[in-house]
């Protein structure tokens, strides 16, 4: 018995060696742990940064969206089928039901070639039927917006919910800050680009738990004159 703790102690007594002989560790030689590579940062998504079909953020809305994400939105709404009760849509609009005394036939035409936004050319004074304000106007369906918040947001439309749509009639200065067109420049007119605030049915591709919810867009709605000085 007494041979047998004498081996263990003997055994113990060599390890304690060895490991008191064990040189110290090289930090140069030292061998990192090896972690999973972190995902490229274009895969983080944060609510804020401008989507590809923003044209690098220069734009507010979206008309197309390749990356639209049909297959999320589609799960969402069949999480919870009566939200799409919430918001209707009068998804022929025109000028013929937007624009009092026009048609659409007429705003379809508007074209101003000659308008380069300066009072004292002559293209101020020239040109076809159209607004006093040189704008863009179209009838769209947004596909993705910046909300009031500056967060980007994911819009229901028929992409991914056929028969589903939420249409917004959306004018464009193409001269703001310009003179108004026909108006005389002793009166000191500028164009102004008007919003409104609409509310749609939304998505967070960043936060898809909270399914489909309103949101509120602050989107361009009109360009108007302004004469500054008395009449």
């Keep these: 018995m007494t041979s047998v703790l004498d081996n263990l102690h003997q055994l113990v007594a060599a390890n304690q060696q060895d490991i008191m002989a064990e040189p110290e560790a090289d930090p140069k030689r030292y061998t990192k742990p090896s972690y999973s590579k972190p995902k490229d940062e274009n895969d983080y998504c944060h609510p804020r940064k401008a989507p590809m079909c923003s044209k690098n953020g220069t734009l507010s809305f979206c008309y ?4 639209y994400p049909v297959k999320e939105v589609k799960y969402a709404i069949e999480y919870d089928p009566l939200v799409l009760k919430k918001y ?3 998804d022929d609009q025109s000028a013929d039901n937007s624009v009092d005394g026009l048609t659409s036939l007429s705003e379809d035409h508007f074209d101003y070639p000659d308008y380069k936004g300066t009072a004292f050319e002559k ?3 020239i040109g076809d039927e159209g607004y006093i304000c040189p704008s863009d106007v179209l009838y769209t369906r947004p596909l993705r ?10 819009i229901v439309q028929d992409i991914a919910w056929p028969g589903y749509t939420q249409t917004q009639r959306i004018e464009t200065c193409l001269f703001p800050g310009a003179s108004c067109r026909t108006i005389s420049p002793c009166y000191g007119s500028k164009c102004h680009q008007k919003y409104v605030y609409h509310r749609m049915l939304s998505f967070d591709p960043c936060d898809p738990v909270k399914g489909i919810f309103v949101d509120i867009y602050k989107l361009p709605s009109a360009c108007s004159c302004r004469v ?3 009449l």
């Design 64 to 67: 197309e969206d390749t990356d």
């Design 88 to 90: 209707a849509d009068v």
């Design 123 to 125: 293209g101020n004074w």
């Design 145 to 154: 917006a910046v909300n009031a918040d500056g967060e980007w947001r994911v």
């Design 228 to 230: 500054s000085r008395k």
